[in-house]
């Protein structure tokens, strides 16, 4: 190294040396225990949480991702109409259900998966924030959710952000849904029924059937299963996630070759020309305030102010810490920006174009030098937000982050489909719902259909054995043998409207671990009066117990 770099290095690592990752805030009314902590990780990759058993806090925020979401779904924003200008893009949740767990198409979404209206955030870093979500609407005191009282004062916003979505209809609930449902379904629910390829400290915790009351009971002294004690699990292993081994965590504590020369000069542009180091303060890379980068017009969403109710926090939103931010592939509450290179782009040119309450710190980076930042330094920068602030734990799901296979990575939403179905009224064609896991004690099974004739009778046929038929110019995918177990029922929807029907059954799978293994076939029949045939039918649905 010569002297002249070596100089540099030094100057440029003691001004640095108090920017690592300051210590992380523990609130003392939920300290950290490993029993605790495996308890929150089995919880936070638990799909049995959700109401439809296909959707984990892991499905929304993934290490891969860098805590956010690999998937991208469009949202159409305030007009209803995708595409256009105010299409937003979030994370695909669960079907719209009713409060009996019955598929109720939505408005905008019908009876596909529902669209979250922001982004999902990391939540790697996020025991540093003393708010949650992107408007901060999970404050710092948590209060019990039963009780009604407040258990941590300051430094409980984790906490609350992990109950949030249990309850959220468009993310992992049914409507009308409670702790109650939440708390019973885990006292019956088989550990990680539905995942594979466990960690080994996941797998060591459930060996010999390990219970949830009895995992409860080694966290929390007592079996009981409560919302707070759900919280309080979930937010200790998320304190458990610690990314500070990124390549400048290795640069700060002394290692000069840990950022490459392009990174560090990309570490100095951030400091200097393109100042984002004046909201991204390095360390967390966030200063934990919220801003209107002139993104939206506040009409579209007022974020902060939602929460304060205070005009001046109109269209601020939190500033995300850039940790981990180059495995992102979705930027901004929007989620309308899917590389660093759009995300500069935008910071080039001053922000977003709305003046409404936006922030005077952001100001065009494209003057000429010394002010501005040019195609060089530019990359520079990339390459440091994009390398610099990786940690390889993270990119490679290395322990403490790695992770299961979710069942809902290997079962199609739409469940394993097969034959060809019959159209009906308007030349609709009913569609299976088959998408929720079969597994075994799953108290929230059901099997749906929609896109039929409203209001129409309708048969719900299962058997043990598939087919491929033809009778009445009615196509049959299950065979009629005289073993089939037949469920009659009327559909939901507008009667005669084309498309309207709906309906379901749910059941409870039954516990018997002699039905491991077997295979179901579904066909839904409708008892359809507008097509010459009298019928219409879906394709065939094949469901596996487990």
Same mark, same amino acid.
Request: proline residues 10%; glycine residues 12%.
């Given at each position: 190294?010569?002297?002249?770099?070596?100089?540099?290095?030094?100057?440029?690592?003691? +001004?640095?040396?108090?920017?690592?990752?300051?210590?992380?805030?523990?609130?003392?009314?939920?300290?950290?225990?490993?029993? &605790? =902590?495996?308890?929150?990780?089995?919880?936070?990759?638990?799909?049995?949480?959700? +109401?439809?058993?296909?959707?984990?806090?892991?499905?929304?925020?993934? %290490?891969?991702?860098?805590?956010?979401?690999?998937?991208?779904?469009?949202?159409?924003?305030?007009?209803?109409?995708?595409?256009?200008?105010?299409? &937003?893009?979030?994370?695909?949740?669960?079907?719209?259900?009713?409060?009996?767990?019955?598929?109720?198409?939505?408005?905008?979404?019908?009876?596909?998966?529902?669209?979250? #209206?922001?982004?999902?955030?990391?939540?790697?870093?996020?025991?540093?924030?003393?708010?949650?979500?992107?408007?901060?609407?999970?404050?710092?005191?948590?209060?019990?959710?039963?009780?009604?009282?407040?258990?941590?004062?300051?430094? #409980?916003?984790?906490?609350?952000?992990?109950?949030?979505?249990?309850?959220?209809?468009?993310?992992?609930?049914?409507?009308?849904?409670?702790?109650?449902?939440?708390?019973?379904?885990?006292?019956?629910? &088989?550990?990680?029924?539905?995942?594979?390829?466990?960690?080994?400290?996941?797998? =060591?915790?459930?060996?010999?059937?390990?219970?949830?009351?009895?995992?409860?009971?080694?966290?929390?002294?007592?079996?009981?299963?409560?919302?707070? !004690?759900?919280?309080?699990?979930?937010?200790?292993?998320?304190?458990?996630?610690?990314?500070?081994?990124?390549?400048?965590?290795?640069?700060?504590?002394?290692?000069?070759?840990?950022?490459?020369?392009?990174?560090?000069?990309?570490?100095?542009? %951030?400091?200097?020309?393109?100042?984002?180091?004046?909201?991204?303060?390095?360390?967390?890379?966030?200063? !934990?305030? %919220?801003?209107?980068?002139?993104?939206?017009?506040?009409?579209?969403?007022?974020?902060?102010?939602?929460?304060?109710?205070?005009?001046?926090?109109?269209?601020?939103? &939190?500033?995300?810490?850039? !940790?981990?931010?180059?495995? !992102?592939?979705?930027?901004?509450?929007?989620?309308? %920006?899917?590389?660093?290179?759009?995300?500069?782009?935008?910071?080039?040119?001053?922000?977003?174009?709305?003046?409404?309450?936006?922030? @005077?710190?952001?100001?065009?980076?494209?003057?000429?030098?010394?002010?501005?930042?040019?195609?060089?330094?530019?990359?520079?920068?990339?390459?440091?937000?994009?390398?610099?602030?990786?940690?390889?734990?993270?990119?490679?799901?290395?322990?403490?982050?790695?992770? @299961?296979?979710?069942?809902?990575?290997?079962?199609?939403?739409?469940?394993?489909?097969?034959?060809?179905?019959?159209?009906?009224?308007?030349?609709?064609?009913?569609?299976?719902?088959?998408?929720?896991?079969?597994?075994?004690?799953?108290?929230?099974?059901?099997?749906?259909?929609?896109?039929?004739?409203?209001? =129409? @009778? +309708?048969?719900?046929?299962?058997?043990?054995?598939?087919?491929?038929?033809?009778?009445?110019?009615?196509?049959?995918?299950?065979?009629?043998?005289?073993?089939?177990?037949?469920?009659?029922?009327?559909?939901?929807?507008? @009667?005669?409207?084309? #498309?309207?029907?709906?309906?379901?059954?749910?059941?409870?799978?039954?516990?018997?671990?002699?039905?491991?293994?077997?295979?179901?076939?579904?066909?839904?029949?409708?008892?359809?009066?507008?097509?010459?045939?009298?019928?219409?039918?879906?394709?065939?649905?094949?469901?596996?117990?487990?």
């Amino acid at each position: 190294m010569t002297t002249m770099r070596l100089s540099f290095f030094l100057a440029l690592a003691s +001004s640095l040396a108090a920017q690592a990752l300051p210590p992380q805030p523990v609130p003392p009314q939920n300290p950290i225990t490993p029993q &605790k =902590a495996i308890l929150g990780k089995l919880l936070f990759w638990e799909e049995q949480l959700s +109401s439809n058993n296909r959707v984990a806090c892991g499905t929304c925020h993934t %290490f891969a991702a860098g805590g956010g979401d690999l998937r991208r779904a469009a949202h159409p924003g305030p007009d209803g109409v995708t595409p256009s200008p105010d299409d &937003k893009f979030g994370s695909p949740g669960v079907p719209r259900s009713n409060a009996q767990n019955e598929y109720l198409p939505d408005a905008v979404f019908g009876t596909a998966p529902q669209v979250t #209206g922001r982004a999902s955030p990391s939540f790697l870093t996020a025991a540093w924030f003393p708010e949650m979500f992107w408007d901060g609407r999970a404050r710092s005191n948590f209060v019990d959710p039963d009780t009604g009282v407040t258990t941590i004062q300051n430094g #409980g916003a984790l906490e609350n952000q992990a109950l949030g979505p249990l309850l959220a209809h468009d993310e992992m609930a049914h409507d009308a849904r409670t702790f109650a449902n939440v708390t019973a379904k885990l006292q019956s629910a &088989k550990p990680m029924a539905l995942a594979t390829n466990l960690p080994a400290d996941m797998a =060591a915790a459930i060996a010999g059937g390990t219970t949830y009351p009895a995992l409860f009971q080694a966290a929390f002294g007592t079996p009981d299963i409560t919302a707070q !004690r759900i919280a309080y699990a979930l937010a200790t292993y998320q304190r458990t996630l610690v990314p500070n081994q990124t390549p400048y965590d290795l640069f700060v504590a002394g290692n000069p070759n840990a950022l490459t020369p392009q990174q560090q000069n990309g570490l100095a542009v %951030f400091n200097g020309p393109a100042r984002c180091n004046l909201c991204h303060t390095p360390g967390l890379f966030s200063d !934990r305030q %919220f801003r209107n980068l002139g993104l939206r017009p506040i009409a579209q969403d007022n974020g902060r102010q939602a929460v304060t109710g205070l005009a001046s926090d109109g269209g601020k939103f &939190k500033v995300p810490s850039l !940790r981990n931010v180059g495995l !992102r592939t979705s930027f901004m509450h929007t989620g309308q %920006f899917t590389t660093l290179g759009q995300v500069f782009g935008f910071y080039l040119n001053g922000g977003g174009p709305n003046l409404q309450n936006k922030d @005077p710190l952001l100001q065009p980076l494209n003057g000429p030098p010394p002010g501005g930042v040019p195609p060089q330094a530019a990359n520079d920068l990339i390459n440091f937000l994009q390398n610099g602030l990786t940690d390889p734990r993270v990119a490679n799901g290395l322990p403490p982050f790695d992770r @299961p296979t979710l069942r809902s990575q290997l079962l199609p939403e739409l469940g394993t489909l097969y034959g060809v179905g019959s159209a009906g009224t308007g030349g609709r064609v009913p569609q299976m719902l088959a998408g929720v896991p079969a597994n075994l004690g799953n108290v929230d099974w059901k099997l749906g259909v929609t896109n039929a004739r409203g209001g =129409a @009778p +309708s048969t719900l046929v299962l058997n043990l054995f598939p087919t491929s038929a033809t009778i009445g110019g009615v196509n049959l995918n299950v065979l009629l043998n005289g073993g089939e177990l037949v469920v009659p029922g009327v559909l939901g929807g507008t @009667p005669g409207v084309a #498309g309207a029907g709906h309906g379901s059954l749910r059941l409870t799978v039954p516990n018997d671990p002699g039905l491991a293994g077997l295979v179901l076939f579904a066909q839904w029949f409708v008892w359809d009066t507008g097509v010459p045939a009298g019928a219409a039918t879906s394709r065939g649905g094949q469901i596996a117990l487990f």
